[in-house]
């Protein structure tokens, strides 16, 4: 069951609730969406907090429905969603992924034109809707079926609500957006904000910040955005619009004096202002996103802030990074004025996670550009060094002999490569199999030719937690693995990532000095912020990698130190902000 799931089962939940009886249910409706939203917030798959016994972990879901999560684990169903579910038609529930569609309004079309299939029941309603029958409906009328017929259409395009966009995706959004906002004179300044800004791994939707003193006329501008779909809402200050593909922009203008509680506000998440707001009550004073009031006294006049280090200081807070702002400490710290100095992609060193073209006769893929090109990108970033890591060759289609000749062949290449290129340093690295015995790909001979193994899970996801565990610790027990990569194999919005007994794990790295890698392919962002947080508080190394195949994929680092800053890492946890010496040691000591 991944979150995905989830989220859609807690959702059909409050959906069915509604159903039945909104009123006698109020309760229940709130926690379920509430717990649906909460789910689809964590970055952590609840299955492996299950695993670990820390569903706790996750804010917004109570104690009852912690229970039913359990019973989900363990049995692959809750006994009373059945019951609940079963009352009401299966071809209710599709109905729900259509933008703007209701549950009451999808099960009143649903029972009225007695459609029953699910699978059909889009194409039903559209059919419907297109034949002029809904609008006679009570409640619903020609604008209404107007609007589920354009709803469909939109959701036959791959609109949904509950897909989610990668960074890079949000981020060219964004400065799409931003590029056409700037255009207008009546804008002084905007930003990004929302998940975008907290350099979440997926983001929702993208909300976008505007200071001007004619906010009007920015919002009648922002509404004609070109690319839009349509217009969800326009208030005076705020404006919602869909555009292709499903996403939202959110927007929001207010005056330049109120910017930075603008920024605060809109930056999040929930969980963060939530709990500012009961700080501050407890000074006596409401928060909003246009300033601070006090209360209990005469003086009902807002006070207002253009940044928002003077908004977080009129709180007695040090300011707080966007990346840390989930609730999770970061108030109490700022409080006491002990933040962590997060790291920063300036301390980047080097990258130790790069595929060339150099063919080993590998099953997995090479990248594309030669190691000069790649050693070329990497002065442009100032690297000081990179590690070379292509796959090793593949173990079905040659003899040991034969592996052994082309990694000889391989570091023949290597050695040439250093001697033309004294101003950055060359790590030969080897991207190694972890096989299902826990074995590596090759034997102790050809591991002696690299200076170290980047140690991977590429095959036979489908173990039990603990056996996974076994097999991984085999793998790093060799002495030549010091990387793993990718921990959880997990792909963004596709592959929920194997099953590990992370305590277990982490354990075994800080004892043994093996480092875990935060891998910045934007897919994979792996090891997740949560599972970085935990393993920061145990001491335990990294390294962010790119996994680049391609030289333009090596500035995907800004993803990866992202990730690490969302699990509160400070440069001396990560091992590529070392200086040579002292990393070339940590690898090969
Ligand atoms: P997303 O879009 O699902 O990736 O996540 P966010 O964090 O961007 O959430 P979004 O777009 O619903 O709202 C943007 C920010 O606005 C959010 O981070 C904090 C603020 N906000 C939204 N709803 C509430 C609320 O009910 N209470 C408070 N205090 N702040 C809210
Ligand atoms: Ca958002
Ligand atoms: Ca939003
Ligand atoms: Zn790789």
């Known amino acids: 069951m991944t979150n995905k799931e989830i989220v859609k089962l807690f959702s059909n939940i409050a959906a069915a609730y509604a159903i039945k009886d909104e009123y006698k249910y109020k309760f229940q409706i709130i926690a379920y969406q509430k717990a649906a939203d909460a789910v689809e917030h964590s970055s952590t798959e609840l299955k492996n907090l299950y695993e670990q016994g820390k569903l706790e972990k996750i804010p917004g879901i109570g104690p009852t429905i912690k229970d039913r999560l359990i019973e989900l684990f363990k049995t692959g169903k809750v006994i009373h969603y059945e019951k609940i579910l079963s009352e009401i038609s299966p071809a209710v529930f599709p109905l729900l992924d ?28 559209k059919k419907l809707a297109t034949d002029g029958r809904i609008s006679g409906l009570e409640g619903f009328g020609d604008k209404s079926q107007s609007d589920i017929l354009q709803a469909i259409n939109e959701y036959g395009t791959g609109t949904t609500k509950t897909g989610r966009m990668t960074l890079p995706y949000a981020f060219s959004l964004a400065q799409e957006v931003l590029g056409y906002l700037k255009k207008n004179k009546d804008v002084l300044k905007t930003e990004p904000l929302g998940s975008l800004r907290r350099m979440m791994s997926t983001v929702g939707d993208v909300d976008i910040a505007v200071t001007s003193t004619n906010p009007g006329k920015v919002i009648d501008y922002f509404v004609s955005f070109p690319a839009k779909e349509r217009v969800i809402e326009k208030g005076p200050t705020t404006a919602s619009l869909l555009i292709g593909g499903g996403k939202h922009i959110d927007l929001l ?89 997060l790291i920063e992609l300036k301390d980047i060193k080097g990258d130790l996670h790069i595929h060339s073209d150099y063919k080993l006769d590998s099953s997995h893929d090479y990248g594309i550009n030669t190691m000069q090109e790649m050693i070329d990108k990497a002065k442009t970033l100032n690297y000081e060094y990179i590690g070379f890591s292509e796959h090793n060759p593949s173990i079905t289609n040659h003899t040991k002999d034969q592996i052994y000749s082309i990694l000889a062949g391989r570091n023949d290449k290597i050695e040439q490569i250093k001697s033309s290129n004294k101003s950055i340093r060359v790590i030969n690295l080897l991207e190694v199999d972890i096989l299902a015995s826990g074995e590596l790909a090759i034997d102790s001979k050809c591991l002696d030719l690299i200076d170290a193994a980047i140690v991977s899970i590429h095959s036979s996801f489908n173990t039990s937690h603990d056996k996974m565990t076994d097999r991984i610790l085999k793998g790093l027990s060799n002495p030549k693995a010091k990387i793993l990569a990718h921990p959880t194999g997990r792909l963004l919005n596709s592959r929920t990532g194997y099953e590990v007994d992370w305590d277990r794990l982490f354990d075994f790295c800080k004892k043994n000095n093996k480092i875990l890698e935060i891998n910045s392919w934007p897919e994979r962002l792996d090891l997740p912020d949560t599972l970085v947080k935990q393993a920061e508080e145990q001491e335990i190394k990294f390294v962010i990698n790119t996994d680049s195949h391609d030289v333009s994929q090596m500035d995907n680092m800004f993803y990866g130190v992202s990730v690490a800053r969302r699990g509160w890492c400070n440069k001396k946890s990560v091992i590529n902000t070392y200086p040579y010496q002292q990393i070339f040691k940590a690898l090969t000591e």
Not at 300 to 324: A, N, Q, V
Request: proline residues 7%; hydrophobic residues 35%; positive net charge.
């Open 98 to 125: 259509v933008p703007s569609f209701g549950p009451k309004k999808a099960y009143k079309l649903v029972t009225h034109f007695k459609l029953i299939n699910p699978k059909t029941v889009i194409e039903d309603v």
């Open 253 to 341: 203008v207010l005056p330049p004096q109120q910017f930075g509680s603008l920024l605060q506000h809109f930056t999040g998440s929930k969980n963060h202002n939530v709990a500012l707001r009961e700080l501050a009550l407890k000074k006596k004073m409401s928060l909003s996103e246009r300033g601070i009031k006090l209360l209990n006294t005469k003086n009902e006049k807002m006070i207002t802030f253009d940044t928002e280090e003077k908004f977080y200081k009129y709180l007695g807070l040090d300011w707080i990074p966007p990346e840390i702002r989930e609730n999770l400490g970061e108030i109490e710290r700022s409080q006491k004025h002990n933040l962590p100095k």
